[in-house]
């Protein structure tokens, strides 16, 4: 089970860190991060390896987000910074049992409840 957390409302150019917790070890699993805007699809945020030393942006988070993870508390982290409007979205974390890093929604076999950012401009 994930349990994600730390979204809110924020202003453009602020900065702001999610939090995802599981449940269970999470260090079997590869980790992302993707978000839902209003009317569109879900879409690839980051992703981090099993042991956090491979990981992998969309080229709109890039450079402005960091994914890292905990896997001694079985946790993920998204921080964000430099937010723009447009990154406003429900963000989602999910869990893969494959070996690699993944971008495709499907290969995601768990998912949190999501949370809401809102980046007002």
């Known amino acids: 089970q994930l349990q994600a957390s730390g979204g809110g409302l924020v202003q453009a150019g602020d900065s702001l860190s999610l939090s995802c917790a599981a449940s269970?070890?999470?260090?079997?699993?590869?980790m992302g991060w993707f978000r839902q805007a209003p009317g569109q699809e879900r879409e690839f945020v980051a992703s981090i390896s099993r042991r956090g030393d491979a990981k992998y942006y969309s080229d709109s988070v890039k450079g402005r987000f960091t994914i890292s993870r905990d896997n001694a508390k079985n946790t993920v982290y998204l921080q964000m910074s430099s937010l723009k409007s447009e990154d406003t979205a429900v963000y989602y974390c999910a869990a893969s049992s494959g070996s690699y890093i993944r971008t495709d929604t499907t290969l995601y076999h768990y998912w949190g409840q999501g949370t809401l950012v809102t980046v007002s401009s």
């Open positions: 269970g070890r999470t260090l079997t699993y590869v």
